[in-house]
């Protein structure tokens, strides 16, 4: 498909930056009635000759398409009177009036196989067969029939040959060769393909073997690691990645509704995490406490002991690799005392009993030593509050300055049993900055994982500046400079 990217078949892997970046680019332009990206992407999967590295199937197509060409002409991979621009950018209605199916799913398909994948894109198309050897010859593919093979062309440029057929709805392009056999990867998941969300948007499978795998083992189990994943086209829409585990979570972690019990401060963190279960929400579980091999009355003296309550919270500053934390943690008044000095004597025998050396303490503050750190702790009724420097502690728990959660987080921290958000900033960002939500349940034995990116940039601008930044990445992925002016004007400063 010369012509359309700026590189035809990179050798080298996208880059998950510009994976996102060009799905909140496609969030920018209108969205459709399309057909489902999951049902698409399962029944690709199901029809796959080889178990697939990756798969990705996008709807609705007219708007992949267009947002692909917009990314070329940012890249300087097509001219702007290159025929591909006209077959791309022509609008929905051109694109229709080439053959190809606007609404539907289109799919791309990859094994990896020596230097070069093989691959298969597969264009939804409502066209003939004239319509499709027009468009091929406008996308440079310049095609050629198979004798005795109707609906069936195959192109030849410097890249080798690309293989054409036109079936059922479809026009598929193949290149460099057949799917080979493989049987280190794992089978396709339907239960977790199907789990994935509806609407437009692309949803993806990834399955990795060698290190990644290996790695992965202690959580996935033998089957290997496979990961079914949606990123919608809707603004501010919420994506989700789904990754099956070698066991059954515990049901609190399926659970929503947990409100968090925060704190506040005169400096905002730069990451807020909230965990909804207590404690006792998970030791209530008897396929978790079986699976930690404890005895009833162990879990009940674990319980008095560490009864923390629903809706703990852990607020992280500076860097969030560093120990500059604040953590607030609810005390569950069923399962013992509940008021300040009572919990205090309790966490000072806890304390030495593990064998931390408690520095000074009260009825409502103490300081230990844990390695090398000092831990600051404020108690108050019903709550507990942690940090690594006193004065965080003593504002979170007097409630000075500014609280971390606002309401938009808290709607957020209530739909998942553990949340997390965190802004994103930058000299590109300094006006319209980003903030990035992500949510973890486990249902079952598997693990979601979902996204939602929030900014108040305007649609008109922020379409344009990701479109740029994914130009600036496939040009250094095809070794291009991206500060070269032809690299899609990556010496603009983004808007």
């Known amino acids: 498909m010369a012509g359309m990217l700026p590189t035809r078949r990179p050798s080298r892997r996208a880059s998950p930056l510009g994976c996102a970046c060009l799905a909140a680019a496609l969030a920018a332009v209108r969205p459709a009635v399309a057909a489902s990206p999951a049902e698409a992407l399962a029944a690709a999967l199901a029809s796959s000759p080889?178990?697939?590295?990756?798969?990705?199937?996008?709807?609705?197509?007219?708007?992949?398409?267009?947002?692909?060409?917009?990314?070329?002409?940012?890249?300087g991979g097509i001219a702007s009177d290159d025929p591909a621009v006209d077959a791309l950018l022509g609008g929905v209605a051109h694109l229709s009036a080439q053959g190809i199916a606007?609404?539907?799913?289109?799919?791309?398909?990859?094994?990896?196989?020596?230097?070069e994948p093989v691959g298969e894109l597969a264009l939804p198309f409502s066209g003939d067969e004239e319509q499709a050897r027009t468009l091929l010859d406008r996308l440079g593919i310049a095609p050629e029939p198979v004798p005795g093979a109707p609906g069936r062309w195959v192109?030849?440029?410097?890249d080798g040959d690309t293989r054409v057929r036109l079936v059922d709805g479809s026009l598929a392009l193949s290149f460099n060769g057949s799917p080979p056999a493989r049987d280190d990867l794992p089978v396709l998941d339907r239960e977790l393909v199907a789990g994935l969300p509806d609407g437009p948007g692309c949803a993806a499978w990834v399955a990795l073997s060698g290190d990644a795998a290996t790695a992965a083992r202690p959580i996935v189990g033998e089957r290997g690691l496979a990961i079914a994943g949606f990123l919608p086209f809707q603004r501010e829409g919420i994506g989700l990645v789904r990754v099956r585990s070698v066991g059954p979570f515990p049901q609190a972690m399926s659970?929503?509704?947990?409100?968090?019990?925060?704190?506040?401060?005169?400096e905002s963190p730069g990451m807020v995490v909230t965990v909804g279960p207590g404690l006792a929400d998970l030791l209530d579980d008897a396929?978790?406490?079986?699976?930690?091999?404890?005895t009833p009355a162990q879990v009940r003296r674990v319980q008095r002991t560490a009864n923390i309550g629903a809706g703990s919270t852990i607020?992280?500053?500076?860097?969030?690799?560093?120990?500059?934390?604040?953590?607030?943690l609810p005390v569950d008044g069923t399962r013992g005392p509940t008021r300040a000095h009572k919990v205090s004597r309790r966490l000072r025998r806890l304390a030495r009993r593990v064998?931390?050396?408690?520095?000074?303490?009260?009825?409502?503050?103490?300081?230990?030593?844990?390695g090398t750190d000092l831990v600051f702790v404020e108690v108050r009724d019903g709550r507990i509050y942690l940090a690594a420097h006193g004065p965080r502690a003593l504002e979170a728990a007097e409630g000075v300055g500014e609280p971390w959660v606002h309401s938009e987080d808290l709607a957020w921290a209530l739909r998942w049993p553990v949340a997390a958000w965190t802004g994103l900033g930058g000299p590109a960002m300094q006006r319209y900055p980003l903030k990035v939500q992500a949510g973890f349940r486990g249902v079952d034995d598997v693990l979601?994982?979902?996204?939602?990116?929030?900014?108040?940039?305007?649609a008109g601008m922020l379409g344009p500046m990701l479109a740029r930044i994914l130009a600036e990445q496939l040009a250094t992925l095809s070794g291009a400079d991206p500060a070269d002016g032809d690299a899609g004007g990556g010496g603009d400063e983004a808007p």
């Open 287 to 294: 396929e978790l406490v079986a699976h930690l091999g404890l």
């Open 50 to 75: 080889a178990p697939p590295e990756v798969a990705v199937a996008c709807a609705p197509a007219g708007d992949v398409l267009q947002a692909l060409g917009t990314v070329a002409l940012e890249s």
């Open 448 to 458: 979601e994982v979902g996204i939602r990116v929030r900014t108040d940039m305007p």
């Open 355 to 370: 064998g931390f050396d408690v520095l000074r303490s009260d009825d409502r503050s103490m300081v230990v030593s844990v």
């Open 155 to 158: 192109g030849h440029d410097e």
């Open 102 to 115: 606007v609404d539907e799913a289109l799919v791309l398909t990859m094994w990896k196989a020596g230097e």
């Open 255 to 266: 659970q929503s509704g947990w409100a968090p019990v925060t704190g506040s401060g005169h």
């Open 315 to 328: 607020a992280l500053f500076g860097d969030p690799r560093g120990r500059d934390f604040v953590a607030v």
